[in-house]
């Protein structure tokens, strides 16, 4: 087989290299990728949705898996099937679940998904006034893709305005405003063939810059899974409460549904309320979760293309806990400096993956090229001892100034 992952970020670097591994690949082609996925794939420097079918039709891919968003949302799995082509991911119909945040907050209405009290807006004064009446805690969302970074959490009625002022300055805004939940949030991935579903153990995000979940949002700064916050119970509400009316409600709108649905889900006091719709793998929760199987990826993605996910039946490394720490370039998620230096040591402790996402070749060794730079992976006994392992890694990495969270994982820590 030949396989196309389409992406540059870690996640992409995650999915090359499992699927690398396989003994059934013959080769891994990745568009664009990024300079530290050399030794797991061949780069083509496409990104472009038109030049990507036209490149999987003369490379004779067997399968392309597509890892952003915005690919999904400009229709390449569409195109791609209308090929012939096999591909992991959802048309543009499903991908719009992501691309507007309005549309998925009416999808769980209509639909009977618990998800917080929210009004949409495309004009800023509408939005003053409803941010008079309900005030602060709120949170401000920009409707459309925003790598993760359209999501404010303003906790004075001040901060939430100059947002919304500056999200309405732009053409066609929308704006999404939705009530403010505590409770410890969950990273679900749900497989789907459009028929099966499939539910991956639960990862669990850090989702803003700083220690203690302080400071803008961030693409995701380190994930650890899988999370033990569920008892069994609390899974059968999160598969009764929140999977099955989203699965329930992709047939009845007539989405043939082929991927991965990525449910950003915040466990409250009453119970599980969905936040978000993904329609990809999580940014660190990929780098996170594939390391935890036992077993070959390829069948998955085979699976889900060919509608057999049932007879899918993944084994996860037992006894065995992941954990990820991002290092990211000085001053990300603002502006960044591109081209400084990372060295990253070539021996490492077993069980321990560096996963590139914004690095560049430069002479003999690697620069930054973006803002998350670098995820590194543990495998341990327990989620004190991933961690550590995790730092013990990201501390032989030489990136000055990287900004890394230091608690990644402490919320399950006692
Ligand atoms: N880790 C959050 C995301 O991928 O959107």
Redesign the pocket.
């Known amino acids: 087989m030949k396989v196309l992952v389409v992406g540059s970020g870690g996640r992409e670097h995650a999915l090359a290299h499992f699927l690398a591994q396989d003994v059934h690949v013959r080769e891994v082609l990745v568009a664009p990728g990024n300079a530290g996925m050399a030794n797991d794939a061949r780069r083509v420097p496409y990104d472009d949705p038109r030049d990507l079918v036209t490149l999987a039709a003369s490379e004779r891919i067997d399968l392309t898996v597509i890892g952003p968003e915005a690919p999904l949302a400009a229709g390449l799995a569409d195109e791609l099937r209308a090929q012939g082509i096999a591909v992991f991911g959802p048309g543009r119909d499903g991908a719009r679940l992501e691309s507007s945040k309005a549309y998925a907050k009416d999808f769980m209405q209509r639909h009977g998904v618990p998800t917080a009290r929210y009004a949409t807006f495309t004009n800023l004064a509408a939005a003053l006034d409803y941010l008079r009446e309900v005030g602060t805690p709120i949170v401000v969302k920009d409707s459309y893709l925003a790598a993760?970074k359209g999501v404010t959490i303003a906790h004075a009625p001040e901060e939430a305005e100059r947002v919304l002022r500056e999200l309405f300055q732009r053409e066609n805004a929308e704006v999404v405003l939705e009530a403010f939940l505590e409770g410890q949030e969950l990273?679900v991935h749900v497989l789907t063939d459009g028929v099966h579903a499939l539910t991956l153990p639960l990862a669990q995000?850090h989702?803003q810059v700083g220690e203690g979940d302080v400071g803008p949002m961030t693409?995701?700064m380190g994930?650890v899974a899988p999370v033990p916050l569920l008892n069994e119970r609390d899974q059968a509400r999160l598969e009764d409460e929140i999977i099955a009316p989203v699965l329930r409600g992709l047939a009845a709108d007539e989405i043939d549904y082929r991927g991965v649905l990525?449910l950003g889900v915040m466990w409250t006091a009453e119970g599980p309320q969905l936040l978000e719709i993904?329609v990809r793998f999580?940014?660190?929760?990929t780098q996170t979760l594939l390391p935890l199987l036992d077993g070959c990826l390829l069948p998955m993605f085979e699976a889900v293309e060919h509608r057999t996910l049932d007879a899918w039946h993944p084994v996860w490394k037992s006894g065995t806990v992941a954990a990820t720490v991002v290092l990211a370039a000085p001053g990300y998620p603002g502006a960044y400096e591109k081209g400084l230096p990372v060295r990253i040591p070539d021996a490492r402790e077993s069980d321990t993956w560096v996963f590139h996402a914004g690095t560049s070749r430069h002479d003999d060794g690697f620069v930054t090229s973006g803002g998350r730079v670098l995820a590194v992976t543990a495998l341990d006994g327990d989620l004190a001892r991933a961690v550590a392992k995790a730092y013990r890694e990201v501390d032989r990495i030489d990136l000055p100034g990287a900004v890394v969270r230091r608690d990644i994982g402490g919320r399950l820590l006692p």
């Open positions: 993760g990273s995000d989702k693409g995701g994930a990525f993904n999580g940014d660190p929760e």
